[in-house]
């Protein structure tokens, strides 16, 4: 059996900080790791604008419920289950992405947790480890699977250098030209293409 390890948001669904900033009309909540591969300075700057505006859990769990996956990627999923194990490998937080879990019919997922006062004010986050993709891997190889890793931006280099084979999905042109030895894919349908051959 192989495993395929896959980043959740830019690759199924939608970046879960644009889509506040979308809806908030706060235009620095729309940087992600694509932007700012420094993720503790990215989650305070999120965490400081979250409590100058006081938004809390209630007001991001508002704005999950509406957002969809990516078209065709609860159907890529499905493909995917019957051929290898995916496992969602993730920066998300399990208190607010749950509701995206049950439409994408609710995959292995491997996320953090954010720290939440009584109130519902967001005051913090825990990794589940540092460096979590990169050692999920590395556990799953040392357990005898061979892994695929798909991923989207910079944060998820070292899972995809660390695989036994990794793809780059919907990336930047920027992720493209600094890792041109890798596989590269726009649509799911070219992924199906890519890992027919590899499964």
């Not at 830019?10 to 900033?21: M, Q, R």
């Not at 993709?133 to 190889?141: H, P, Y």
């Not at 890792?179 to 890992?195: D, G, N």
């Amino acid at each position: 059996m192989k495993i395929v390890c896959l980043d959740l948001e830019g690759v199924l669904i939608p970046e879960f900080w644009e889509e506040f900033s979308k809806k908030t009309k706060i235009p620095e909540l729309m940087k992600t790791t694509r932007d700012e591969p420094n993720y503790d300075k990215l989650m305070k700057m999120r965490i400081k604008i979250l409590k100058k505006n006081k938004f809390g859990l209630k007001e991001i769990n508002k704005i999950v419920s509406k957002m969809k996956p990516f078209k065709k990627a609860p159907e890529f999923i499905k493909w995917l289950c019957k051929r290898a194990q995916p496992v969602i490998l993730t920066g998300s937080y399990y208190d607010y992405i749950m509701p995206l879990m049950k439409k994408l019919n609710y995959p292995f997922l491997i996320a953090n947790t954010l720290k939440i006062a009584p109130n519902g004010e967001i005051i913090g986050y825990k990794l589940r480890e540092k460096d979590g993709k990169i050692e999920m891997v590395r556990r799953f190889q040392k357990a005898g699977y061979e892994v695929i890793a798909i991923g989207d931006s910079f944060n998820d280099v070292k899972m995809l250098e660390g695989a036994n084979k990794g793809i780059l999905f919907k990336a930047t042109q920027k992720l493209i030209e600094e890792k041109k030895e890798m596989i590269h894919a726009e649509k799911f349908e070219e992924l199906k293409k890519i890992l027919q051959k590899i499964l």
